[in-house]
């Protein structure tokens, strides 16, 4: 790290101000913060001091992540050969998968980071740490097959019309991942649903097996709720799906990470859990006796595992910008999206997978809730002053 330091030192005057390359200051300055924790201090005023910078707090998130990545590249292998009666092992899945998954990766971080480098020269001001995880939550919520040409396009949107254009980092009112998700999917809604894991690359002399399925389970959620995958199989993720969401287990490691160190919310990640649970249980109570199924009777706790809740509540819900920022207000925000999760599949048989729009909704509702929340705590200050 010495040595490390030395040569960022020495070729540290180039981009100060008078350098030869002054206009990429803040593109040095984001490679050597990410590097190292920042020299600076402050002068005057009182602040809270903490170690724990913007950097070092989006570099958890990613480690968080690292389970469902992993276990993503797995299963896109283990889904491959699955879908040719491929006998496989360990490593010729992981293979496989890390073959179709870091293409997309560097995809979203190179079309993400260079709009972020444009403004950065463009309008002189410090390059945001936000995409350090937007960049690879955008490929975890896809499928392996997705183009590449796809990818970048979804990047850019999300990173220019999605967080630039209200500021940068922090300035968002939605989350950043989603509105690319929501982006590709509305607009290439062929690439992002339905057979998703059939036109993988095929394998010389096999065929499709005729026991495998190309569909999710939630594309015939609806109509066919009691063929699902066994509870083991949707926990574990060994199952069609986009990369990075198909495991809970995956996910609850990374919740783990999250709230021991503070940095997501275990009252939001909770809730969500809550809301979609009692909603289930409350379509339960209301299902028709006549017909046994109607998806309104799919045991509550299934909603937990099927599609992308888990990683939507863990890593996508808990996003510091766009969500309440209250106490009280975490908790309603969480509920709301659990809750409106599972209404949306439930009642909307052409859009099953609906986590996406749900936390995409509360996102905008998410100052409303605060605003509520704070005028509720004045008026009970105020009465128990009179």
Same mark, same amino acid.
């Given at each position: ?48 001091? !903490? ?35 491929? @006998?496989?092992?360990?490593? @010729? ?139 083991? !199989? ?153």
């Amino acid at each position: 790290m010495k040595i490390a330091r030395k040569l960022v030192d020495s070729i540290k005057p180039t981009f100060a101000k008078g350098g030869k390359l002054e206009k990429f200051h803040y593109m040095f300055d984001a490679f050597e913060t990410f590097l190292f924790v920042p020299d600076t201090t402050t002068k005057t005023g009182v602040h809270v001091r !903490d170690a724990m910078d913007l950097k070092r707090t989006m570099v958890m998130v990613i480690f968080a992540l690292v389970p469902c990545l992993l276990f993503g590249i797995w299963n896109t292998g283990y889904q491959h050969y699955l879908a040719y009666g491929i @006998e496989s092992s360990f490593v @010729e899945n992981f293979t496989f998968g890390l073959i179709k998954v870091l293409p997309i990766i560097v995809v979203s971080y190179v079309a993400g980071l260079g709009v972020e480098f444009a403004f950065s020269i463009a309008k002189g001001h410090p390059i945001s740490e936000g995409y350090l995880v937007t960049g690879l939550l955008i490929p975890l919520t896809l499928p392996a097959t997705v183009p590449l040409w796809m990818v970048a396009l979804g990047a850019i949107f999300c990173t220019l019309l999605g967080k630039e254009i209200f500021g940068g980092t922090g300035m968002n009112f939605m989350n950043p991942a989603l509105l690319a998700r929501a982006f590709m999917f509305f607009a290439f809604p062929a690439y992002l649903s339905g057979d998703i894991w059939t036109d993988l690359s095929p394998e010389a002399g096999h065929q499709v097996v005729d026991a495998f399925s190309g569909a999710t389970n939630l594309v015939t959620f609806d109509s066919n709720y009691q063929n699902l995958p066994s509870v083991w !199989d949707m926990f574990m993720g060994f199952e069609q799906g986009s990369i990075g969401e198909t495991s809970v287990l995956a996910c609850l490691i990374g919740a783990l990470i999250l709230i021991v160190t503070g940095v997501g919310s275990w009252r939001i990640i909770v809730s969500v859990f809550v809301g979609g649970y009692l909603m289930g249980l409350l379509l339960n109570f209301l299902a028709p006796a006549d017909n046994l199924q109607h998806a309104m009777h799919t045991p509550a706790y299934y909603h937990w595992f099927m599609g992308s809740f888990a990683f939507g509540a863990i890593f996508m819900a808990t996003d510091p910008v766009s969500a309440a920022q209250t106490e009280k207000g975490k908790l309603i925000y969480g509920l709301s999206i659990g809750a409106f999760i599972v209404i949306l599949r439930v009642f909307n048989p052409a859009y099953p997978e609906a986590v996406m729009l749900s936390i995409l909704l509360f996102n905008v509702f998410a100052p409303i809730i605060d605003h509520l929340v704070i005028e509720q705590h004045i008026k009970s200050r105020l009465k128990n002053a009179q």
